[in-house]
């Protein structure tokens, strides 16, 4: 099992795509509606919210079941290989498209590969299947999705006018964009200004297509 569940990119990745997400929910909200009122916007934005968290917590367990998957393949591939050369080649086709082994010359490749021929090798295959750390990082991810996207929906506790509400929420997400910008400028050791700025400036436009759309 991982150390975290989810690790400091993932989090802030998560956290990017829930506030995008809430942006476009608020920003895509027609106003023309004479029901429409704070309350009534709050559910709707809210259910929005839930449901985008748990389609991505599932998302993230499929997606390390496929990831689990695909190394089980890997080593049925090496185990069934009549040759040596034969089964290096899986190896060299799924790590061959690395980056960090752009650099390597082709013979410290070839060491490479054959050092992971020999971990797979001496390695049960086991069968793919979803396991605890899946549903924990599904669960964390879709938590993630509804603590962050949470702000977000206060103004519309807070405001009985829905428009100005609506306006209330997309500042409050693009403060929210720019804090995640400056924190993801640390952890990639980028100016956290640059970054933080740049992810403001991708609201401001997503916020201002869907009003454009008819939003």
Do not use: Q
């Not at 559910?43 to 390390?64: F, P, Q, R, S, T």
């Not at 089980?72 to 034969?86: G, H, M, N």
């Not at 001496?122 to 299947?129: L, V």
Request: glycine share 12%; proline share 4%.
């Amino acid at each position: 099992m991982k150390r975290h569940v989810l690790d400091p990119v993932d989090r802030l990745g998560e956290i990017l795509f829930g506030l995008i997400m809430a942006l476009g929910f608020t920003g895509a909200v027609r106003l023309g509606d004479e029901e429409a009122d704070s309350r009534s916007l709050f559910i709707g934005i809210l259910g929005c919210n839930l449901a985008w968290g748990l389609v991505d917590g599932v998302m993230y367990a499929l997606a390390e079941l496929f990831e689990r998957g695909r190394k089980a393949r890997l080593e049925r591939e090496v185990r069934a290989a009549p040759t040596e050369e034969a089964a290096l080649a899986p190896i060299a086709r799924e790590l061959g498209g690395r980056s960090i082994l752009e650099r390597a010359t082709p013979e410290e490749r070839d060491r490479m590969y054959r050092w992971v021929l020999d971990i797979l090798r001496r390695s049960d295959a086991r069968p793919a299947r979803i396991e605890r750390s899946d549903l924990l990082g599904g669960a964390a991810v879709a938590l993630l999705v509804v603590l962050c996207t949470a702000p977000i929906l206060a103004p519309f506790l807070l405001i009985d006018g829905p428009g100005a509400a609506v306006r209330a929420a997309n500042a409050v997400g693009l403060v929210e964009l720019f804090l995640l910008g400056a924190w993801w400028g640390r952890v990639v050791e980028a100016s956290p200004w640059r970054v933080a700025v740049g992810l403001t400036l991708v609201g401001l436009v997503l916020v201002g297509i869907t009003v454009a759309l008819g939003g």
